[in-house]
């Protein structure tokens, strides 16, 4: 089965085509909206960047479909994030989908965006039920399926995500944006003296909003190393990641683990779950950042696994800007 997927939920217009029979991603290509001047992502030029450059991603899906001797006529599915995400960037990403599926009479069916990060990881690693950290610029959740097979949300941060967190710190240390990369190489290259930051854990939910703010003080006060208090800053989100991670797999008894969402890039933090895995006695592992990232190929892979709910009726599937894992979409 050849199923085409369409990710636009924020920052990536990303196309994948996946061998769903096979499981092999066949094509998998992007284009992400970036601002050098650090102000992060502002609405109008995100939608003129992706009205302006999903077109050179279509047309290199179609040449490649042309070394398989294959158009998109020859598609079985397409799907494409129906939400959650931004919605001037779902907006652009749904007409595209349904222009390809009206134009070719193809299949079409919308997916929630955060189920297809978990279930590419599950096909590329072949965990069966594994706890999930879902970390991205909005997104920290710690997602695993209940005793009825339902995802469910067992903690979260209850105002700021990781991502957007190291975005609001990088702007403003005039850093740009993304901040993660930037901020994560500033600790390795730092003094790594530890600087004590406030944050709120009850449960397995997270506070960190109040992070921000005694972060903006400290750097405005002047008396601190940028690069320390990047550190601490990386050193401290991770750390309480990696403790409410630990009390949801206690709770839960799950003996797997995978981290997806942008913020999964982080060296450090891949590190921090290995070793915490390991002293559980639970796996962990990763998979390539091109797949744990927005990207296409994810979109296809869970238009696959919803495929029962694919019609030609474009109506069916209006953009979902609000849902979480545990929508029914």
Known sequence: MLVLG??????????????????????????????????????????????SN????????????????????????????????IGNSLKIGSLVAKTLSTQYNIPLVGVNHIKAHLEIGKMLTGFKDPMFLYVSGVNTQIIAKDDFGKYKIYGETEDIGLGNLFDSFARLAGLGFPGGP??????????????????SLKGMNITLAGMYTNLKQKLESGKYELGDLCYSLQETCFAVSMEVCERAMAYTNKKEM????????????????????KL??????????????????????????????????????????????????
């Open 6 to 51: 369409i990710e636009c939920t924020a920052h990536t217009f990303g196309i994948g085509i996946v061998d769903c029979k096979n499981k092999k991603v066949l094509f998998n290509e992007k284009n992400q909206y970036k601002d050098d001047t650090g102000g992060g992502m502002e609405l109008r030029k995100l939608s003129e960047f992706h009205t």
């Open 54 to 85: 999903f077109t050179t991603i279509l047309l290199k899906a179609k040449q490649f479909l042309k070394t398989l001797n294959k158009d998109f006529s020859d598609l079985d599915l397409i799907s494409f994030s129906q939400g959650p995400g």
């Open 182 to 199: 930037v901020v994560e190489q500033l600790a390795a290259d730092s003094k790594q003296n530890y600087i004590e930051l406030p944050y």
């Open 258 to 277: 995978l981290i997806v969402g942008g913020v999964a890039a982080s060296k450090r933090l891949t590190f921090m779950a290995k070793e915490m895995c």
């Open 280 to 329: 559980r006695g639970a796996k962990y592992d990763s998979f390539p950042m091109q797949y744990a990232m927005d990207n296409g190929a994810m979109i296809a892979w869970q238009g696959f696994v919803d495929k029962k709910k694919a019609t030609t009726d474009i109506t069916k599937f209006p953009i979902a800007q609000y849902i979480n894992i545990e929508s029914e979409i």
